[in-house]
């Protein structure tokens, strides 16, 4: 016999009642997650811009990293910022005259329309330098990031020994070729004081480095038959560091040679790709020996550089 409860209800009947309650739960779930499925949105695809406190600070994260870049020329984007009179396609200040005012995304008139919002952005918005990994701690707005990555003295450069692979800021090249590579992959001199080199006049190049701070050098040697040998120095350093002033003597017989040329600024061994084509110091074929080899005298003077220069 079925019991009963307080309100008079049998246990069947709540129990049947207790079924058909999970029943709707289970269907009510099971719909609002098939709509919740139809209601999602495809990932954009576009670039975002989010914003997050931190304290009385917003850090903007942004998803990418190109989007302050001109879309004309790939630069990082400086005040002034046009944009074309319909469309608001932007364009940076040189693309603007180089494109002939006209806009590559539409084809239409791109005059002197500022695109405030964005520059407004570009001077707001602080962002890490892109040598973060080499050793630069600099934060700057977006506006300076072009001019400081073309000056940042942490700009990569490469170990000039053959087969490796080491790349970071220069110094931490110096310390690495001297901690990695054995002494005599290297000719080791000092600023200031004269110091012999001998290469055979057919030999491609030579490592020189300075004993102190470890500066590297690369002396490119390149041989033309019937002319003599073309021959550079060139500093391991990124490429807007001014060059070094130094001189090279040379000497056949009774006759002598002197050289003076400045460093030119390399951040790796690309110097090495075919024949030199600037500050280039010919030393001609009477100065190669009978054995075949060239005999030299460098002296490297940074002290010096600046005096000359003014």
């Not at 940042?152 to 070729?177: D, G, I, T």
């Not at 490429?239 to 056949?252: D, N, P, S, W």
């Not at 790796?268 to 110091?281: A, E, I």
């Amino acid at each position: 016999m079925a019991r009963s409860s307080s309100n008079g209800d049998s246990d069947e009947t709540i129990r049947s009642r207790s079924k058909r309650a999970r029943e709707d739960e289970r269907d009510f779930n099971f719909d609002a997650l098939i709509g919740a499925e139809e209601e999602e949105e495809e990932p954009n695809s576009e670039p975002q811009v989010h914003e997050q406190q931190e304290g009385s600070h917003v850090v903007v994260t942004l998803n990418d990293p190109e989007l302050f870049d001109c879309p004309i020329c790939y630069e990082p984007l400086t005040i002034p910022v046009y944009q074309c009179d319909q469309n608001g396609h932007i364009a940076c200040f040189s693309c603007r005259t180089k494109i002939n005012n006209k806009c590559p995304s539409c084809s239409n008139f791109i005059g002197f329309n500022r695109c405030r919002a964005i520059e407004k952005a570009l001077e707001s918005i602080t962002t890490s330098c892109q040598n973060l990994q080499y050793g630069c701690k600099k934060s700057l707005t977006f506006d300076k990031k072009g001019p400081h990555q073309k000056a940042c003295v942490y700009s990569p450069c490469s170990c000039p020994r053959l087969y490796c692979n080491f790349v970071s800021s220069a110094k931490q090249v110096y310390r690495h070729f001297t901690s990695s590579h054995e002494i005599s992959a290297a000719s080791r001199f000092k600023f200031n004081n004269s110091f012999p080199v001998l290469l055979n006049a057919g030999n491609n190049f030579r490592v020189l480095q300075e004993k102190n701070d470890g500066t590297l050098f690369i002396l490119k040697n390149h041989y033309v038959e019937g002319l003599g040998n073309l021959v550079t120095i060139s500093c391991i350093q990124p490429v807007f560091m001014r060059g070094i002033f130094y001189e090279l003597v040379t000497k056949a017989k009774e006759d002598s040679l002197r050289l003076h040329s400045f460093t030119r600024s390399t951040p790796s061994r690309q110097v090495l790709d075919g024949p030199p084509k600037t500050g280039v110091l010919l030393i001609p074929r009477d100065f190669i020996t009978s054995d075949g080899q060239l005999k030299m005298d460098i002296c490297i003077w940074p002290k010096l550089s600046s005096i000359l220069r003014n």
